[in-house]
């Protein structure tokens, strides 16, 4: 049982290049997220899944796109990396929305560093 | 005012000693309340979860105060392995479908 993985550990990208971070869990769970996380700022909502076929916008999108490909996996796309994407990226699972099911669960984290 | 508030620390404190942050939140209506640790450079993961009635789990001990809107984190005993950062965790509200993360607190214990 591996939990949530993400792809790749490391990064480094010039401004203007694109990537996709890949996220998959493996505990069944319905709803999805992906964070940046900032010195100072704490972790910020990217976006989120609810549930398999939605997805919706959190506290800083601007810049990014996600795909919730299956139940499985969320990914989440630069599509023209500026420097001020340079962070730390975590994956997070959950079983639902509300009270216990809201425990959120952690991928390893990416580690971008943009030119 | 900030959604979550945390004291950043960092708190520095020797090995045995007893330890306590305190998280405020602004929604009223929030009903999901969450403690997590986070090791330098590793992800977060959930310490434990706060009930209204208030928890425990050995040395740690979660409390919230609805009226004052808080949640509070006692750390008793402390061992060097509690050197982290704890992060509160709030839900914004009934039917809200995210969380939101305080910033840290940053605790350090010493030998």
């Known amino acids: 049982n591996a939990g949530v993985t993400q792809t790749p550990k490391f990064q480094v990208l010039k401004t203007g290049q694109s990537m996709t971070l890949q996220c998959a869990q493996d505990m069944n769970h319905n709803s999805m997220y992906w964070y940046r996380q900032d010195p100072g700022m704490g972790l910020r909502l990217i976006y989120y899944s609810a549930s398999e076929g939605t997805t919706d916008k959190g506290e800083v999108p601007n810049g990014y796109n996600v795909s919730r490909l299956n139940k499985r996996e969320f990914s989440l796309r630069l599509e023209s990396a500026a420097p001020s994407q340079t962070s730390v990226y975590f994956c997070?699972?959950?079983?639902?929305?509300?009270?216990?099911?809201?425990?959120?669960?952690f991928g390893p984290g990416t580690r971008l560093l943009v030119l | 005012r900030k959604e979550v508030e945390q004291d950043p620390g960092p708190f520095n404190v020797p090995e045995g000693a007893t330890v306590a942050f305190n998280c405020t939140y602004s929604n009223s209506a929030s009903q999901s309340f969450f403690w997590y640790r986070q090791d330098c450079r590793k992800e977060p993961k959930l310490l434990m979860s706060v009930y209204s009635s208030g928890n425990e789990d050995g040395r740690f001990t979660a409390q919230l105060n609805r009226a004052s809107q808080y949640i509070s984190l006692l750390i008793r005993d402390s061992k060097l392995s509690d050197s982290a950062t704890y992060l509160c965790v709030v839900n914004l509200g009934e039917g809200a479908q995210k969380l939101v993360f305080g910033q840290g607190t940053r605790l350090t214990i010493n030998p």
């Open positions: 997070a699972s959950s079983e639902g929305l509300a009270g216990p099911r809201y425990t959120q669960y």
